[in-house]
C-alpha cells in the first residue's frame, strides 16, 4: 500500500489517475469543505462549541428554557449559512458529479453548501440546517421563515399544523442518526472502488466508519486534511494542503488529460 504525504505534481497526478481509472468514486466530507465558505469549524476557536454549550436532544425534549437555547444558537449559524457561497472545493465536487467522475457526495455538514453547488446526490449524515422540521407530525419547512420569526418574537416556535415541537431538520447530540441516510451512505461506501475524505477530522462515528468502510471493502482512500486524522494508517495517499486549491489543482491536471486524449484521437 503506497502512504505517503504528496505536497506536489506526484501525487496529485496520481489521485487524477485513480480518479481516470475509477468505476464508482464517492466524496465524504467534514467541516473542513466549508471553512473556506467562511463557516468555522464547530470544534475551532472560533466556532459553536467554543462559544456555547451543548444542548442535548432530551434537554431539547424537556425544558424549554434548553429549547430557548437551542434556536438562540441555531439562529445565529443560521446566519452564517445564509451569507456562505460554495468555495472551489464545492464546485469542484459539482463538476466531478455531473461529469460521471464521482457518484455522490456523504457529508457531515448541515450548511447545504454541497446542494448549492450543483451537487444532486448528497447524503446528510447529520441532517440540514436549511430546514425545519416538526417532531410530531413531520411536516418540513425552510429555515428561513422560522428563524425569523424566533429572532422577531423572541420565542421559540410551535408547529402550526400539531403545535409540535419545531427543531432544525439536524441531528443533535443524543438524537439518533437517520437511519436510512446512514444504510445509503454505507452501501456507496461498499460499492466505491476510490473514497476521498475530505476535510474531515474522521473523529466522529458513525460517520468516520463510512471511509473506513469503503476501505475495508476495496477502495482506494485518498485523505486530503490539514491535520492528522485516526485513518491516516489505511490511506493510500495523504494530502495537507488546502482543499478549494488542492481539487482545483487535481481538477485541471484531469481536465488537460482529457484535453491530451481528445487531440491524440483526432
Same mark, same amino acid.
Given at each position: 500500500?503506497?502512504? /505517503?504525504?504528496?505536497?506536489?505534481? $506526484?501525487?496529485?497526478q496520481?489521485?487524477?489517475?485513480?480518479?481516470?481509472?475509477?468505476q464508482?468514486?464517492v466524496?465524504?466530507?467534514?467541516a &473542513?469543505?466549508?471553512? $473556506?465558505? &467562511?463557516?468555522?469549524d464547530f470544534?475551532s476557536?472560533? !466556532?459553536?462549541?467554543? /462559544?456555547?454549550?451543548t444542548?442535548y436532544?432530551?434537554?431539547?425534549?424537556?425544558? =424549554?428554557?434548553? @429549547?430557548?437555547e437551542?434556536?438562540?444558537? /441555531?439562529?445565529?449559524?443560521h446566519?452564517e449559512?445564509?451569507?456562505?457561497s460554495?468555495?472551489?472545493?464545492?464546485?469542484?465536487l459539482?463538476?466531478? $458529479?455531473?461529469?460521471?467522475?464521482?457518484?455522490g %457526495? #456523504?457529508?457531515?455538514?448541515?450548511?447545504?453548501?454541497?446542494?448549492?453547488?450543483?451537487?444532486?446526490?448528497?447524503?446528510?449524515?447529520?441532517?440540514?440546517?436549511?430546514?425545519?422540521s416538526?417532531? &410530531?407530525?413531520?411536516?418540513?419547512?425552510?429555515?428561513?421563515?422560522w #428563524?425569523?420569526k424566533?429572532l422577531?418574537?423572541?420565542?421559540?416556535p410551535?408547529?402550526? $399544523?400539531?403545535? &409540535?415541537l419545531?427543531?432544525?431538520?439536524? %441531528?443533535?447530540? !443524543?438524537?439518533?442518526?437517520?437511519?436510512?441516510?446512514?444504510?445509503?451512505s454505507?452501501?456507496?461506501?461498499?460499492?466505491?472502488?476510490?473514497?476521498?475524505?475530505?476535510g474531515?477530522?474522521l473523529l466522529?462515528?458513525?460517520?468516520? !466508519?463510512?471511509?473506513e468502510?469503503?476501505? /475495508?471493502? !476495496?477502495?482506494?482512500l485518498v485523505?486530503?486534511?490539514?491535520?492528522?486524522?485516526?485513518?491516516?494508517?489505511?490511506?493510500?495517499?495523504?494530502? @495537507? =494542503?488546502?482543499?478549494g486549491?488542492t481539487?482545483?489543482?487535481?481538477?485541471?491536471?484531469?481536465m488537460?488529460?482529457?484535453d491530451?486524449?481528445?487531440?491524440?484521437?483526432?
Amino acid at each position: 500500500m503506497m502512504k /505517503k504525504n504528496f505536497e506536489s505534481e $506526484e501525487g496529485l497526478q496520481l489521485v487524477v489517475n485513480w480518479l481516470s481509472e475509477s468505476q464508482c468514486a464517492v466524496a465524504f466530507t467534514g467541516a &473542513g469543505i466549508s471553512t $473556506e465558505s &467562511g463557516i468555522p469549524d464547530f470544534r475551532s476557536p472560533g !466556532g459553536v462549541w467554543s /462559544k456555547n454549550r451543548t444542548v442535548y436532544f432530551d434537554e431539547f425534549l424537556n425544558s =424549554e428554557e434548553d @429549547r430557548y437555547e437551542y434556536w438562540r444558537q /441555531k439562529s445565529q449559524t443560521h446566519i452564517e449559512f445564509e451569507a456562505a457561497s460554495p468555495n472551489r472545493a464545492h464546485q469542484v465536487l459539482a463538476q466531478w $458529479e455531473d461529469s460521471g467522475r464521482i457518484d455522490g %457526495v #456523504v457529508t457531515q455538514n448541515i450548511d447545504g453548501l454541497h446542494q448549492q453547488a450543483g451537487n444532486k446526490y448528497v447524503l446528510e449524515l447529520h441532517g440540514t440546517a436549511r430546514e425545519i422540521s416538526c417532531l &410530531g407530525c413531520e411536516r418540513r419547512w425552510a429555515a428561513d421563515f422560522w #428563524v425569523q420569526k424566533f429572532l422577531t418574537e423572541d420565542r421559540v416556535p410551535h408547529c402550526p $399544523e400539531c403545535a &409540535g415541537l419545531l427543531k432544525h431538520a439536524t %441531528v443533535s447530540f !443524543g438524537q439518533a442518526m437517520p437511519e436510512l441516510i446512514v444504510e445509503e451512505s454505507m452501501k456507496l461506501a461498499q460499492q466505491a472502488d476510490l473514497c476521498f475524505a475530505l476535510g474531515s477530522s474522521l473523529l466522529v462515528y458513525p460517520a468516520a !466508519g463510512i471511509p473506513e468502510f469503503a476501505k /475495508k471493502h !476495496g477502495a482506494r482512500l485518498v485523505i486530503i486534511n490539514r491535520t492528522e486524522t485516526p485513518l491516516d494508517h489505511l490511506a493510500d495517499l495523504i494530502i @495537507r =494542503e488546502p482543499l478549494g486549491e488542492t481539487l482545483t489543482r487535481i481538477n485541471d491536471l484531469l481536465m488537460q488529460r482529457i484535453d491530451a486524449e481528445h487531440s491524440g484521437e483526432s
